[in-house]
């Protein structure tokens, strides 16, 4: 029997939401399920929902908690696979995939084999650089590419979410075993909501992510602002955790200071129910990012019915194809944007028939069984790893 556990720094809580319940539950399928991650709070949890969850408290400083992942990490996950008999190990990027490395290593020192599965959700040579501003970054620079060639090291099998993150994991690792399909996402939610897209009344532009400088929604608000004064009814909805306060902060007195107030509004963290109902109601959904690698919430916008513009990085022209199911801009480009969104709020019919072909790529483009199916593939082949290192001679 498969026994995985996924190692990673997801949020999750009990109970599950909606949405993380119906992905575990489904993942049952496949095997065993067991899930070493992060939880709101200041204390440890763990409890059995769909899966066996061990997760460290979230509300500790990034570094502190970081710490917890990778140097807690491995010592938890060797506890769990020795306790569980876990064969197939999953680390939900190449820095977690350093502790997940370290764990498989210290089963094999226990005589006990473990396939190690590495995934990547995004630029991840990138992206800590774009959340927030780094203290030392010489020393990071110097040190990710080492942690990041460790874990490929001992890697077995390769998952990436796009062909963006695909062709930097091929550089990376050449010769791996991979599997690429998109990160899960509770379809139906958004595609329900799409079916009662109702005729808009209020012109909504909608962003929706975490707060960080990477997705750049201060060159959203700075294009909003340039179109603004054209079209009174207008408005700039930033849905989102502020996973970066200082960066919020500096976007609400952006707010201010343009006299925005009462035309841009940040409703924080909202549940995908909520997301779903407000992507239905929104004129058009805008991702403004400068590094992405898929961009999932642009194809859960597509499911609900709302043509796109998103920055021409990453995953998102995978999704986004240009002039017919939304626009796609230079990253940064605040003209550009400023254009593009003054054509929608001007051509609303049209921007309807965007969003209804959208709709319709979007549900070919992810469905539950495929994500299941991707999954399987990936299994199949860290298992057959297994079974080769089995036969190999000592």
Known sequence: MKRVLFLGGARYAFPLDPTSEKKFQMLREVGEIYVIGLTPGKRPLRFIQHAHFYLFPASPPPLVRYGLIFFGGPFLA??????HSVNILVAQSPYEGFAAAWAKVMAGWAGRRVSLVIESHGDFEANLFLQRKVRAPRLYRWLMPRVARFAFRHADVLRAVSYATRAQLEQWAPGKP?????????????????????????????????????????????????????????????????????????????????????????????????????????????????????????????????????????????????????????????????????????????????????????????????????????????????????????
Not at 304 to 333: C, H, K, N
Not at 344 to 351: D, I, T
């Open 178 to 394: 991979l599997i690429q399909f998109p990160a899960w996402t509770d379809s139906e939610v958004f595609f329900h909501a799409g079916a009662n897209r109702e005729e808009i009344q209020k012109k909504i532009i909608l962003y929706a992510g975490v707060l960080v400088p990477g997705k750049g929604v201060h060159h959203l608000i700075r294009a909003f602002h340039r179109v603004h004064m054209d079209f009174p009814d207008a408005d700039l909805m930033i849905v989102g955790r502020e996973a970066n306060g200082d960066y919020a902060r500096t976007l609400r007195k952006e707010v201010q200071g343009w006299g925005l107030h009462g035309r841009v509004r940040f409703l924080g963290e909202v549940s995908q129910a909520e997301l779903a109902r407000w992507m239905a109601q929104a004129l058009v959904f805008v991702l403004p990012s400068l590094s992405e690698a898929l961009g999932r919430v642009v194809f859960e916008a597509m499911l609900a019915g709302a043509p796109v513009i998103g920055s021409r990085v990453g995953g998102i022209p995978e999704m986004v194809q240009d002039g017919m199911t939304g626009f796609l801009v230079p990253p940064g480009d605040e003209d550009a944007l400023a254009d593009r969104l003054r054509w929608m709020l001007s051509h609303p019919e049209e921007a309807k028939a965007m969003g209804q072909r959208a709709r319709a790529f979007a549900r070919r483009f992810f469905s539950s069984e495929a994500y299941l199916r991707g999954y399987q593939r990936v299994f199949e082949l860290a298992w057959r790893a297994l079974k080769e290192d089995a036969r190999a001679p000592v």
């Open 78 to 83: 060797l506890w769990v696979i020795l306790r």
